[in-house]
């Protein structure tokens, strides 16, 4: 009988305990989560305002704004993006916008050549671009520069069809 009742109590102190134990763990977790979420977070990439003067002298002729896009040929949602970038450039065109709209990539030329030729990539291109001049730590970041070289706006990753639209108009109301 005693060691019924010293089973039972074992048993409940053991159960004590993992509850204890489970409770400090998601406490910990927790805690580094809304600590995480409410530190602001400091990375190195482009900001609005940031002056790419620098950039824009070899790329640009007279054009009032250019819009860059910065690929890369290993990425997937680069090529997604394809018919987009694609579509940019027609509208570009045909508006005869005073935007300039070029994409870059840090790969060599030649890949990006087969690459602009198998995915049919219309923008012109550079190739061999050193990214951390642009601030550009993701493909596909697409960068709008004013005339002073100053980024008036840049989308980074992925685009949605809202980002798309703001993109489009951009380069059609600075005509």
């Known amino acids: 009988m005693n060691n019924t009742k010293l089973r039972a109590h074992l048993e409940v102190v053991t159960n ?14 927790t805690h580094d989560f809304f600590n995480q979420r409410n530190s602001p977070q400091v990375t190195p990439g482009l900001h609005k305002g ?19 896009v910065a690929l890369n040929v290993n990425c997937r949602y680069c090529e997604e993006g394809v018919p987009f970038y694609n579509r940019l450039f027609e509208t570009q065109q045909a508006s005869k916008s005073q935007i300039a709209l070029f994409a870059v990539f840090p790969n060599s030329e030649e890949d990006v050549r087969a690459y602009a030729d198998q995915k049919h990539l219309k923008i012109p291109f550079m190739s061999d671009m050193d990214f951390r001049k ?3 730590t993701g493909t596909p970041t697409v960068i709008l520069i004013d005339r002073a070289g100053k980024v008036q706006n840049f989308w980074v990753g992925k685009l949605s069809p809202y980002d798309e639209d703001e993109i489009m108009k951009s380069i059609q109301t600075k005509t």
Do not use: G, H, K, W
């Open 134 to 136: 642009l601030s550009v």
């Open 16 to 29: 004590v305990s993992v509850v204890i134990a489970v409770v400090a763990v998601l406490a910990a977790f």
């Open 50 to 68: 940031q002056n790419l003067e620098r950039l824009r002298t070899p790329i640009i002729n007279n054009e009032e704004s250019v819009l860059l």
